[in-house]
């Protein structure tokens, strides 16, 4: 098993949706959660922080489920401009982040 | 401010070849890493190091070295290159492993992308 599990997609969806993606991981000790966006053949760059209280950014909500292991992120309102792959990070311990395989949205008009 | 820099950014080898990444920082990261990246794994830890003459090892460490002379720099290097290291690598820095204040945020270069025939 994956330390960190995605649905690889591809989510196609209209402008203006609101679009869900999950997370699992397998490390219980983990402490520290991300989502990062990386648009084709370009870098990752951080989307945002998860918090254990959950956590909002505009359109973006990012919810972490200790009990259950499991990430999630909601973009409401899609525009053209999510289109990319988001990449759930999971650090397990002091010194590593581990990356999921990514998650790829297209946004179409 | 030029963020993370890696050179070169494409490459192509032939098995057996040598070579070395080179990762420029400028934010007076202390943490660096060398993760690869290849189509459904996800970033996979090469090496990394968390501070200046220090190295460890990761996720996927067999069949190359690194080295930390200076803070700013990161070398990744192939010593023997073969085909199942064709894949883009990326290089990234955070200020520390702490999980307060965003220290720990990861910050990338642009990616090398490595062909080995």
């Known amino acids: 098993r994956k330390e960190v599990e995605q649905d690889p997609g591809p989510f196609n969806v209209p402008e203006g949706a609101t679009v869900a993606f999950n997370c699992t991981y397998s490390?219980?000790?983990?402490?520290?959660f991300f989502w990062y966006r990386q648009d084709c053949r370009k870098e990752p760059k951080l989307l945002m922080s998860?918090?254990?209280s959950g956590n909002e950014d505009g359109r973006f909500t990012a919810q972490l489920n200790r009990a259950s292991q499991y990430i999630s992120l909601l973009i409401r309102d899609s525009k053209l401009s999510d289109s990319a792959t988001y990449l759930c990070?999971?650090?397990?311990?002091?010194?590593?982040?581990?990356f999921g395989a990514g998650t790829r949205l297209t946004v179409k008009p | 401010n030029a963020g993370v820099t890696q050179t070169p950014k494409f490459r192509v080898l032939k098995t057996g070849q040598s070579m070395t990444l080179l990762c420029a920082q400028d934010m007076n990261h202390e943490y660096m890493y060398w993760y690869r990246q290849d189509p459904g794994m996800g970033l996979r830890l090469i090496h990394y190091?968390?501070?200046?003459?220090?190295?460890a090892k990761g996720e996927v460490p067999d069949g190359y070295n690194v080295s930390r002379l200076k803070k700013q720099n990161f070398l990744l290097g192939l010593e023997s290159a073969a085909p199942s290291q064709t894949s883009v690598y990326f290089c990234?820095?955070?200020?520390?492993?702490?999980?307060?204040?965003?220290?720990?945020?990861?910050?990338f270069g642009a990616g090398s992308r490595l062909t080995v025939l």
């Open positions: 490390n219980s000790a983990s402490q520290s």
């Open positions: 990070v999971v650090k397990p311990n002091n010194n590593d982040m581990r």
């Open positions: 190091s968390v501070g200046e003459g220090t190295t």
């Open positions: 990234a820095s955070s200020l520390s492993a702490n999980d307060r204040a965003g220290a720990n945020v990861l910050t």
């Open positions: 998860v918090y254990s």
